[in-house]
């Protein structure tokens, strides 16, 4: 079957850094997107991956291992408004997106 | 209209009812989705159309059918809602079909009693 892993839920300060984590097995693997959602709204683009690697955009980062299937998303400088939830999905051979069922980031003072 | 939006915004629905999600976007994309969002769950697929004219089944199908007539309107139709299908309903948008980035729709919120 196919699975994506990743933490319920994360704690961290403002000002500080924080690394989720996503695991994933897949029939075929064609890229992975991570999106951030905030509570009640829609999920939003952040980044896409498809080679081995870090992709640095700003104060948020990503990285993948194909080999170890794993992907992780670095925040930095965490803001208060960083607090959200944190998706990542996979591009299957098939070209469907599998999506993990997020990480929860809350953000504390 | 910027984007992709949905409607209702929520609905609460009594077993058994029929009822029409709407979902427009004026991005010219070719590519749309529906998905469901459920607690401790990742988004699921419902049902997707590669292009105006053709649709195909998502992980989630039982129980809902789509229609595109066109490239910008995707409705989603439940034809004899269930409690199970309390839900949080996405329509998304991609540009092509091949796992572009997909835009997403602000969401319906339905419940089914």
């Known amino acids: 079957g196919q699975n994506i892993d990743q933490p319920t839920e994360m704690t961290a300060t403002e000002g500080a850094i924080v690394q989720i984590n996503c695991t994933y097995q897949t029939s075929g693997f064609n890229g992975l997107f991570w999106y951030q959602q905030h509570a009640g709204e829609a999920p939003t683009f952040l980044s896409y991956n498809v080679l081995d690697g870090l992709e640095e955009k700003g104060r948020f980062s990503s990285f993948l291992s194909r080999s170890k299937g794993y992907s992780y998303l670095l925040l930095k400088e965490l803001q208060m408004k960083d607090s959200a939830s944190y998706l990542c999905a996979v591009k299957d051979s098939n070209y469907q997106l599998i999506w993990g069922a997020g990480t929860k980031l809350i953000i504390k003072p | ?113």
């Open chain 2, 1 to 113: 209209i910027a984007g992709i939006t949905q409607a209702p915004t929520s609905q609460i629905l009594a077993a058994g009812r029929r009822m029409t999600l709407r979902c427009t976007q004026d991005m010219r994309h070719n590519a749309m989705y529906w998905y469901r969002q459920d607690l401790g769950l990742g988004l699921r697929l419902i049902h997707y159309s590669n292009t105006a004219g053709t649709t195909g089944k998502g992980e989630v199908p039982d129980g809902y059918s789509v229609s595109r007539a066109n490239t910008d309107d995707f409705p989603l139709t439940l034809a004899s809602a269930v409690p199970s299908q309390t839900s949080v309903y996405f329509c998304a948008s991609s540009e092509a079909s091949e796992g572009d980035t997909q835009y997403f729709g602000p969401g319906t919120r339905l419940t089914v009693l």
